[in-house]
Nanobody, 126 residues
Framework: QVQLVESGGGLVQAGGSLRLSCAAS????????MGWFRQAPGKERDFVAA????????YYADSVKGRFTISRDNAKNTVYLQMNSLKPEDTAVYYC???????????????????WGQGTQVTVSS
């Protein structure tokens, strides 16, 4: 069973950058697709980005395409989310999540992820 711990959140001005990390424990990390989601107060949890188990394929929400980059280092059991050109509307709690099944393709859907981290707050000031 994979366990996930996010880090790297914080307060940044609009136009700035942050890099989120998600450290995973468990031997199955390198065989599962990973996703990043975010949830703003009073809103649903939204898809941000996803990456295949090998790192070959990545997918992004339209709202972050060209600004955010998801990557993974299977040797370090870590997935990253590099966030550039941040906007106030990017303010949310960011969660990483692991696919419910090994070798499943990356998914934009929360219910296809079986393990979640505790979340890290990202606040972008205008």
């Amino acid at each position: 069973q994979v366990q996930l711990v996010e880090s790297g959140g914080g307060l940044v001005q609009a136009g700035g950058s942050l890099r989120l990390s998600c450290a995973a424990s468990g031997r199955t990390f390198s065989s599962v697709a990973m996703g990043w989601f975010r949830q703003a107060p009073g809103k649903e949890r939204d898809f941000v980005a996803a990456i295949s188990w090998s790192g070959t394929h990545t997918y992004y929400a339209d709202s972050v395409k060209g600004r955010f980059t998801i990557s993974r280092d299977n040797a370090k059991n870590t997935v990253y989310l590099q966030m550039n050109s941040l906007k106030p509307e990017d303010t949310a709690v960011y969660y990483c999540a692991a696919s419910i099944k090994a070798y499943n393709p990356p998914s934009r859907t929360p219910y296809e992820h079986g393990v979640w981290g505790q979340g890290t707050q990202v606040t972008v000031s205008s």
